[in-house]
């Protein structure tokens, strides 16, 4: 990276956690709810259970007190909207319920879940990404409900079932999957009547990177919570694997990092992007200190490289010494009044921004990361 920055053993996320506190004391300011902000927030859990900067962990508290009522209502979440986006600040919001027991997060967390025991399904019994979108799964709705769903089930549940949980997991594998490459659509239309559906199969257009990027940082994190002799367990940590696989395939070979569309890198005005390279990276580390990948030589080898390039291609440092994550895409979504129809021309035509919290969030997770293992 360039040498004015630092080295790629200093401590990056507790440098970004830092700079967090100094330029956005408020997290959100819209007073949205939003799920970028549960990606980031879960970034600052990790460095305060490292570290036990109580700084950081009042910014998490900060962030949730001004939303929670003394009730449980949470400001700006609509149950019946049925949102799997609004279920991803549930994470962090549970690893906040553990340190301090209060009861309106609890009430709170029990509101998300209910969300998930009435959420629309699909045909094959997987939930809808949201009501405005029927009979869609999309990889992203993987990371921001299912994981959620199965810490939920540990902790609250005696003797819980995680058969559902697995079923969400595998069966979304097998509906996505593209068999020549071994990569994952966006998404799925189990209806086949969205314009930008394949009618064969309901497949989206493109493979989007950021799609791919949270599905394998959800396989990885689910596998914490589903008990280690479940075979459903164990066929998620093989999809993991095999996905990994097919994306070290298509990564790029000089920095192995992955571009907005993985499988298009030759394309022109295709770009090396960042939240989805740094999610995918934040698996692979995650995965290899868990035990989950099978080369593991092999495996930190590519992330250390990979590691090194995110670095010098997408982190640069302002004058006021505050860490800023480049190169994002701000949004990819489909359908919706935009017409998004999931073709190459739209992943392009979204802008490239700096510091949205789905770059920030997963930096700081795979910072956290490499310097546990430096």
């Not at 553990?98 to 967390?109: F, G, R, W």
């Not at 405005?132 to 799964?137: A, E, F, K, M, T």
């Not at 789905?358 to 430096?374: C, D, R, V």
Request: net charge negative.
């Amino acid at each position: 990276m360039y040498k004015g920055y630092g080295k790629p053993s200093d401590d990056w996320a507790t440098r970004t956690v830092e700079t967090l506190l100094e330029r956005e004391p408020e997290v959100n300011l819209k007073g949205k709810w939003e799920y970028e902000d549960g990606l980031m927030l879960d970034g600052v859990m990790d460095v305060y259970e490292r570290t036990k900067n109580k700084a950081y962990l009042n910014y998490i508290k900060h962030y949730f007190d001004s939303y929670i009522q003394p009730n449980g209502e949470i400001k700006g979440y609509n149950v019946n909207l049925f949102r799997l986006d609004d279920i991803n600040n549930g994470k962090v919001l549970l690893r906040l319920y553990n340190l301090t027991k209060n009861n309106k997060y609890k009430e709170a967390l029990d509101k998300q879940y209910s969300q998930l025991e009435t959420q629309p399904r699909t045909n094959s019994n997987l939930f809808w990404h949201k009501k405005s979108y029927p009979n869609q799964v999309w990889l992203d709705g993987i990371y921001m409900g299912d994981v959620f769903y199965a810490e939920y089930l540990e902790k609250f549940q005696e003797n819980p079932s995680f058969d559902d949980v697995i079923h969400q997991f595998t069966k979304s594998y097998e509906i996505a999957l593209d068999d020549k490459t071994g990569l994952c659509y966006h998404a799925v239309d189990e209806s086949k009547e969205m314009y930008w559906a394949n009618k064969e199969n309901g497949h989206s257009p493109h493979f989007w990177l950021r799609s791919i990027g949270w599905y394998v940082m959800a396989m990885t994190d689910v596998s914490e919570h589903l008990p280690q002799d479940n075979p459903g367990r164990t066929q998620i940590l093989t999809n993991l694997n095999n996905l990994l696989q097919s994306l070290k395939n298509v990564a790029d070979e000089k920095t192995n990092l992955w571009y907005q569309v993985p499988d298009e890198k030759d394309r022109p005005m295709n770009y090396l992007e960042s939240s989805g390279s740094l999610m995918i990276l934040n698996a692979i580390a995650k995965s290899l200190r868990k035990g989950y990948l099978s080369d593991k030589q092999e495996w930190t080898k590519f992330l250390i490289k990979g590691w090194e390039n995110a670095l010098e291609q997408f982190i640069s440092i302002t004058n006021e010494g505050w860490v800023n994550v480049n190169k994002i895409a701000h949004v990819g979504g489909l359908g919706g009044p935009n017409h998004r129809d999931g073709s190459f021309a739209y992943y392009m035509s979204e802008p490239i921004v700096s510091n949205d919290h789905k770059g920030t969030g997963p930096f700081i997770m795979l910072a956290n990361e490499m310097y546990k293992y430096y």
